[in-house]
């Protein structure tokens, strides 16, 4: 279980850079442990998955992850088994559907669905209406795309014209 917790937390992790299109900050520390749980959990080591299905929830300190599917694929060899390193499997990406919600204090990020690119480090939310918040300032689109390595958050709006990203920002009170 051990590299599943790790890549749930690289995932979090990716959330900084999204949430400062709301001013906001989502904080993990690589530190503190990180608990997965669903209603059930498929290993399907012949095709480098397992599978959580069932009000997924991966919490670690004040952060919650919240999907009601949750796929990891593991990077595979030629001959299709999983790769390791260090006696642990090796995360190629990681797949959320069935609605995503992440939480940290009162920063959220929400969508229908969302990946994770261990290889690339980009993080993309989906759906019909993806959301930042925090303190009442809010980020909405279609498409949110967080490059980890380039430190660049893309917020786009949906095929149609009539949904085109928008934020609300909240004066601040002094």
């Known amino acids: 279980m051990v590299p599943i917790l790790a890549a749930m937390l690289v995932w979090a992790l990716a959330l900084p850079a999204a949430a400062q299109l ?13 608990q997965v749980d669903g209603d059930r959990l498929e290993v399907l080591e012949d095709q480098g998955l397992a599978i959580f299905e069932g ?24 001959s ?3 790769t390791t390193a260090a006696g642990a499997s090796q995360i190629d990406r990681l797949e959320a559907s ?3 919600n992440i939480q940290a204090g009162n920063r959220v990020a929400t ?9 690339t480090e980009v993080l993309t939310l989906t759906g019909k209406r993806v959301t930042l918040s925090e303190d009442g300032n809010v980020a909405t689109g279609c498409r949110l ?8 958050s893309r917020l ?19």
């Open 80 to 82: 299709g088994a999983a």
């Open 111 to 119: 969508g229908e669905a969302g990946t994770y690119d261990m290889g």
């Open 22 to 34: 709301a001013g906001g900050d989502f904080n993990l520390s690589g530190e503190g442990p990180v």
């Open 145 to 152: 795309t967080v490059d980890m390595r380039a430190n660049r």
């Open 156 to 174: 786009e709006g949906c095929a149609d014209a009539a949904s085109r990203p928008t934020i609300l920002i909240q004066p601040q009170n002094r």
């Open 55 to 78: 009000n997924v929830r991966v919490v670690q300190g004040e952060t919650v992850l919240r999907t009601g599917r949750l796929v990891i694929h593991y990077v595979r060899d030629g």
């Open 98 to 100: 069935g609605g995503v």
